[in-house]
């Protein structure tokens, strides 16, 4: 009776919190999936309960994920940056992000803030020990990979071709990493994925070829490609990279 007591007490404070009058949506879904998370370690006669908790917890993420896909992107061209995004950040880079008042430019700042502004389901790991890793590899990432990119787009053929070979000599490096976990050092999807599977995407498009012995990449690159949150965020032009 005291377990379906805290379980009431409990389902109360989710309907509360969903019905909070704050407006944020996300936010409220992220305290009740917390709230459930909580409930979901009741006493075990309540298995039912838990296993019925476990799928709002489910639900909960996949309401999230899909408040993520009602953003509206809008393309400039770096050389002619539309007047808009020259009032809303001085340095007129892309990707910037504007969410109700607020201006975040910075693709890792960007990141991190959609990370914690849509709490479930979460793209970097809980403890800080765990956060501090992911964003040393992101770091890594940033600086081996995407510091190729402008070669590889737009560098003379001796430039591009450094870059090739760079970029192939980083992944063959990296192999092992992909082996660790299901996704890129981490059990689920994750915003390292989110920075890795861009540049493996393009590969066939910047002509680099991935030898044989790269099974584990070609797994990761099956599986991170099938991913419906990498699917939905690909360009027109991005999809037509490998049509």
Not at 13 to 25: I, N, P, Y
Not at 79 to 88: H, V
Not at 214 to 222: K, M, P
């Amino acid at each position: 009776m005291a377990s379906l007591g805290r379980l009431a007490e409990g389902t109360a404070q989710a309907a509360s919190v969903l019905a909070g009058d704050d407006g944020d949506v996300s936010a409220a879904l992220g305290r009740a999936h917390a709230l459930i998370r909580q409930l979901a370690v009741l006493d075990p006669a309540l298995a039912d309960t838990e296993r019925l908790l476990d799928e709002a917890t489910i639900a909960c993420r996949e309401a999230v994920t899909g408040l993520r896909r009602y953003t509206d992107a809008l393309e400039s061209d770096p050389a002619r940056p539309p007047e808009d995004l020259l009032d809303l950040n001085p340095f007129q880079a892309v990707p910037t992000l504007v969410d109700r008042d607020l201006v975040v430019y910075g693709p890792g700042i960007i990141c991190e803030y959609l990370d914690e502004r849509f709490p479930a389901p979460a793209m970097l790991p809980g403890d800080p020990g765990g956060r501090a890793q992911a964003r040393v590899a992101a770091h890594r990432v940033e600086q081996d990979w995407y510091a190729l990119v402008p070669a590889l787009e737009g560098g003379d053929r001796r430039e591009e071709s450094r870059a090739k070979q760079l970029l192939l000599e980083t992944i063959l490096a990296s192999e092992p990493l992909f082996r660790v976990k299901p996704w890129f050092l981490s059990d689920q999807f994750s915003l390292l994925d989110a920075a890795v599977a861009p540049i493996l995407w393009r590969l066939s498009h910047w002509q680099v070829a991935l030898p044989g012995n790269l099974a584990a990449v070609d797994r990761y690159s099956q599986r991170v490609f099938a991913h419906a949150a990498f699917r939905t965020s690909l360009s027109e032009a991005e999809r037509d990279m490998r049509s």
